[in-house]
């Protein structure tokens, strides 16, 4: 009984510090937010383009690319993860977006990630664009490129709808899944 309660608690407490602001204003200013998310989403490309060969080539051809510099993930056997971020067309941002997750398992530990979606054809584009919310996994697959052998983008990998990739402290991650992603429109 005990370990349910402690996992309950856990789960509120995640909950509400992953729920926090990520983009490092603590203005409730719609400006200011705008303009820390973007100056975010700038630091985090220029980290991905100086860590991953050839990361810079496939953002530039992407239709659409959106950018979650810092999603927090928390947990202990339950799980959360929140972050907010931009969409961007031609280099110009045109929205802002939030993303969020939950999972439950073997877990322990917290850390933050930088997650990028290069959305590499003007259809996958679209329907994000026009959707209400979106889900990775069941309103797009996500081709998510880690360490090792796979950060090598091939020609396969390349005429994929969307590409992702997700950068630690550390580099690229291993053995990940964006699958149950929740990405929706911020209202700023």
């Not at 510090?17 to 990520?22: I, K």
């Not at 959360?80 to 045109?94: F, K």
């Amino acid at each position: 009984m005990n370990r349910k309660i402690c996992a309950w608690v856990l789960l509120v407490v995640v909950s509400f510090s992953v729920g926090c602001s990520t983009t490092g204003s603590g203005s409730g200013d719609p400006d200011a937010r705008r303009k820390a998310l973007n100056a975010n989403a700038d630091a985090a490309l220029s980290n991905l383009f100086r860590q991953v060969d050839g990361s810079e080539q496939l953002v530039n051809s992407a239709k659409g690319v959106l950018v979650f510099p810092s999603v927090l993930e928390a947990g202990l056997v339950f799980g959360a993860s929140s972050g907010e971020g931009v969409l961007r067309t031609g280099r110009q941002t045109v929205s802002f977006h939030r993303t969020t997750s939950g999972s439950w398992g073997l877990q322990a530990g917290a850390q933050s990630t930088a997650v990028f979606l290069l959305f590499m054809t003007s259809d996958a584009l679209a329907r994000f664009q026009n959707s209400e919310g979106w889900s990775v996994g069941a309103d797009a697959n996500v081709t998510v490129i880690s360490v090792g052998a796979n950060a090598q983008v091939t020609t396969d990998t390349a005429q994929q709808p969307v590409i992702g990739y997700v950068l630690s402290n550390r580099g690229l991650m291993a053995g990940l899944t964006l699958n149950g992603t929740r990405i929706t429109r911020l209202q700023l």
